[in-house]
């Protein structure tokens, strides 16, 4: 079955200690982000990646890094997490764009990872 | 102003009756443009895609895209209980040598049987 997992789902955590949510697709995606949503603010992009050891910043990097060392794999760490960072998160890949069509392909989400830190 | 506008609602309707969902965007290039629909606490899944000018049916549901109007808009006709979500308008945006999907901070619907 073509999905995108995330590992945890739930996690309760405490300032500053450090963790990593994994991410992995099996759809071969070239594209991959992470977003988190909060009430009222909708979902906001954190990191992208475009392909292997490719990574660039969304709009809201602030307090977070990402690595993208296998095609599938795009863990999202969180060195020293703060209660602001307390959010639901969503991997999402895709395929890479078909320029000359000018279309964008479509973005593919895992089921969410709900993230408190206290 | 912001690059996706939604109305938040909720937007109510009765079982049976069709459900008009609307979206604007600011990019003039913007070319693809997407329909999520979004279950509390759960993730987007993807219901519509619309890349050109025009009307797009599948099912109930009928995207609506006006370039020139920087406008579009998801109808659901038969609305159903299990239509109740929030939705989700997202569009692609030209980014440092990516093509971004920007969110809308969606619209709730609520129908009731």
């Known amino acids: 079955e073509a999905q995108v997992t995330q590992n945890p789902r739930y996690l309760i955590t405490v300032t500053g200690k450090k963790l990593t949510v994994t991410c992995s697709q099996n759809?071969?995606?070239?594209?991959m982000s992470w977003y988190r949503q909060d009430p009222g603010l909708g979902l906001r992009q954190i990191y992208y990646?475009?392909?292997?050891?490719?990574?660039d910043k969304g709009d809201v990097p602030e307090g977070y890094k990402v690595s993208r060392k296998e095609k599938r794999n795009f863990p999202l760490i969180l060195e020293s997490p703060s209660p602001n960072q307390t959010s639901l998160y969503f991997c999402?890949?895709?395929?890479?764009?078909?320029?000359?069509?000018?279309?964008?392909?479509?973005?593919?989400f895992g089921p969410g990872t709900r993230l408190t830190v206290l | 102003q912001k690059e996706v506008e939604q109305n938040s609602g909720p937007l109510s309707v009765p079982e049976g009756a069709i459900a008009s969902l609307n979206c604007t965007y600011s990019?003039?290039?913007?070319?693809?443009f997407f329909w999520y629909r979004q279950y509390s606490g759960k993730s987007p899944e993807l219901i519509m895609s619309i890349y050109s000018n025009g009307d797009k049916e599948d099912g109930r549901f009928t995207a609506q895209l006006n370039k020139a109007s920087q406008y579009v808009s998801l109808l659901i006709r038969d609305s159903q209980p299990s239509d109740s979500a929030t939705y989700l308008c997202a569009v692609n945006m030209a980014g440092t040598g990516f093509q971004k999907l920007v969110f809308g901070t969606g619209t709730r619907l609520l129908v009731s049987p």
């Open positions: 990019d003039r290039v913007s070319q693809s």
């Open positions: 990646s475009m392909n292997v050891e490719v990574t």
């Open positions: 999402a890949s895709r395929p890479e764009d078909r320029v000359l069509l000018g279309s964008y392909n479509e973005q593919f």
């Open positions: 759809m071969n995606h070239e594209y």
